[in-house]
């Protein structure tokens, strides 16, 4: 789901050292600027055999710097003024050489200088590895890594995949959304550090027979949302998806399921080891007693098949029951009457908060409106993207846990 301007008003030194990967770093420029962001690119020596300064600055509508004696700052010192103005300084690509050199604090190229002179307190460093398999592999670069991150920078991966070298393993650096995507979330406040978060979305699919089913519209994207927002906000999450079609938000643990006892079965024995629960999963009520186990077929006759139909069972107030459950969040979709139906779910479900949606008119959309009701009153969240409303569901979710 892309949420466009999470980075307004930021402004990112994009590093680039020597690598292939430097191709990638064209596009990053496009998309982090695509987010709000305004970039400062600076490259390596090496970095600019690989893609011109040319190109950088086209991309970033400012000039690029690649030399510690370039004059053009007022003070000549580039490696401190270009990092004071920063949220964040992105290494992408980062070598196993430039890794080698700020593990070891030198600072004899611009980029490097910068990296050491940056304001450790404040300016966040991200690496975005891309090397070969077996450069990546080596002690020596895993001792560099491993200092580097001691020493209080953020390694982005490296992925596994093909490589340009025509190898395949560890070591191709992210890709441009990937690598935006990352730097957003670390940005965020971590008000769920510490917390396992499970969550449930989407539909559930009741069979017929082998072939046919009952489903409904949820298309998971809320659900999805909270867990993008909850993993950016520092916590483990377990995101128990019905079958959508949806990517999964990095560092989120997807378990697929298809019924609603498949759903039971999969959160029941997680929702103890976890501090939250947020059920936004559309579970069908019923399902088909006796699921066929052929395809039912017209027989010519005009008669129609006749299936039974069971409740479901309710997975969030099972949840609620549990003699020690987690914080539980439900969602109750409406057509009408939102807040007095939601009201009385709340106290059905015996849950502390509920969140109502106007079920129809935001199945499938990109944007909702929310209603938060718990003991204490009500609130509204006025109608926004869905990963906007997530992270909103997330701090108050967060506000309303127990103080460790
Ligand atoms: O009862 P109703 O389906 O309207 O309640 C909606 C809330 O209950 C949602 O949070 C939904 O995920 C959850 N639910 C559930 N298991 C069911 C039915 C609903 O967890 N069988």
Same mark, same amino acid.
């Given at each position: 789901m892309s949420e466009a301007l999470d980075l307004q008003g930021r402004h990112v030194v994009l590093g680039l050292s020597g690598g292939i990967a430097c191709y990638k770093s064209a596009e990053l420029v496009r998309e982090l600027q695509r987010h709000g962001a305004t970039v400062q690119v600076v490259m390596s020596e090496a970095a600019a055999q690989f893609i011109t300064p040319v190109t950088m600055q086209a991309l970033s509508n400012r000039p690029v710097f690649s030399s510690q004696w370039d004059a053009r700052q007022h003070n000549n010192m580039a490696h401190i003024e270009l990092s004071r103005e920063a949220d964040a300084l992105l290494v992408a690509p980062a070598s196993a050489d430039f890794i080698a050199k700020l593990a070891q604090g030198r600072g004899d190229d611009l980029l490097s200088l910068l990296c050491l002179a940056r304001p450790i307190d404040r300016l966040p460093l991200l690496l975005a590895p891309a090397m070969n398999r077996e450069m990546w592999a080596h002690p020596a670069t895993q001792r560099n890594a491993a200092q580097v991150v001691a020493d209080g920078a953020m390694l982005l991966g490296p992925a596994a995949g093909d490589q340009a070298c025509g190898e395949v393993g560890d070591g191709r650096m992210l890709e441009a959304t990937e690598l935006c995507e990352e730097l957003v979330a670390h940005l965020q #406040?971590?008000?769920?550090?510490?917390q396992r978060v499970l969550i449930t979305a989407g539909p559930t699919f009741e069979a017929i027979d082998p072939v046919r089913g009952i489903t409904n519209l949820s298309s998971g994207k809320m659900g999805f949302a909270i867990a993008r927002a909850a993993a950016e906000s520092g916590a483990e999450v377990t995101l128990v998806a019905g079958p959508v079609a949806l990517t999964t938000p990095r560092h989120v643990r997807r378990i697929d399921v298809q019924s609603a006892l498949q759903m039971h079965e999969a959160v029941m024995p997680l929702a103890g080891q976890h501090e939250v629960f947020v059920a936004t999963a559309a579970v069908a009520d019923w399902r088909v007693q006796g699921c066929s186990e052929h395809k039912l077929k017209k027989d010519g006759s005009g008669r129609v098949p006749n299936f039974e139909m069971i409740e479901n069972p309710d997975i969030l107030a099972s949840v609620a029951r549990l003699?020690?459950? #987690?914080y539980c969040v439900g969602f109750a979709a409406e057509s009408h009457d939102l807040a007095k139906h939601a009201r009385e779910k709340r106290l059905r479900k015996g849950i502390p908060l509920i969140v109502g949606n106007l079920g129809p008119a935001t199945f499938g959309q990109d944007h909702n409106a929310l209603l938060l009701i718990d003991g204490q009153g009500e609130r509204e969240l006025p109608h926004a993207g869905k990963l906007a409303l997530a992270r909103e569901l997330v701090r108050e979710i967060a506000a309303r846990l127990p103080k460790p």
């Amino acid at each position: 789901m892309s949420e466009a301007l999470d980075l307004q008003g930021r402004h990112v030194v994009l590093g680039l050292s020597g690598g292939i990967a430097c191709y990638k770093s064209a596009e990053l420029v496009r998309e982090l600027q695509r987010h709000g962001a305004t970039v400062q690119v600076v490259m390596s020596e090496a970095a600019a055999q690989f893609i011109t300064p040319v190109t950088m600055q086209a991309l970033s509508n400012r000039p690029v710097f690649s030399s510690q004696w370039d004059a053009r700052q007022h003070n000549n010192m580039a490696h401190i003024e270009l990092s004071r103005e920063a949220d964040a300084l992105l290494v992408a690509p980062a070598s196993a050489d430039f890794i080698a050199k700020l593990a070891q604090g030198r600072g004899d190229d611009l980029l490097s200088l910068l990296c050491l002179a940056r304001p450790i307190d404040r300016l966040p460093l991200l690496l975005a590895p891309a090397m070969n398999r077996e450069m990546w592999a080596h002690p020596a670069t895993q001792r560099n890594a491993a200092q580097v991150v001691a020493d209080g920078a953020m390694l982005l991966g490296p992925a596994a995949g093909d490589q340009a070298c025509g190898e395949v393993g560890d070591g191709r650096m992210l890709e441009a959304t990937e690598l935006c995507e990352e730097l957003v979330a670390h940005l965020q #406040p971590k008000l769920l550090a510490g917390q396992r978060v499970l969550i449930t979305a989407g539909p559930t699919f009741e069979a017929i027979d082998p072939v046919r089913g009952i489903t409904n519209l949820s298309s998971g994207k809320m659900g999805f949302a909270i867990a993008r927002a909850a993993a950016e906000s520092g916590a483990e999450v377990t995101l128990v998806a019905g079958p959508v079609a949806l990517t999964t938000p990095r560092h989120v643990r997807r378990i697929d399921v298809q019924s609603a006892l498949q759903m039971h079965e999969a959160v029941m024995p997680l929702a103890g080891q976890h501090e939250v629960f947020v059920a936004t999963a559309a579970v069908a009520d019923w399902r088909v007693q006796g699921c066929s186990e052929h395809k039912l077929k017209k027989d010519g006759s005009g008669r129609v098949p006749n299936f039974e139909m069971i409740e479901n069972p309710d997975i969030l107030a099972s949840v609620a029951r549990l003699p020690k459950p #987690p914080y539980c969040v439900g969602f109750a979709a409406e057509s009408h009457d939102l807040a007095k139906h939601a009201r009385e779910k709340r106290l059905r479900k015996g849950i502390p908060l509920i969140v109502g949606n106007l079920g129809p008119a935001t199945f499938g959309q990109d944007h909702n409106a929310l209603l938060l009701i718990d003991g204490q009153g009500e609130r509204e969240l006025p109608h926004a993207g869905k990963l906007a409303l997530a992270r909103e569901l997330v701090r108050e979710i967060a506000a309303r846990l127990p103080k460790p």
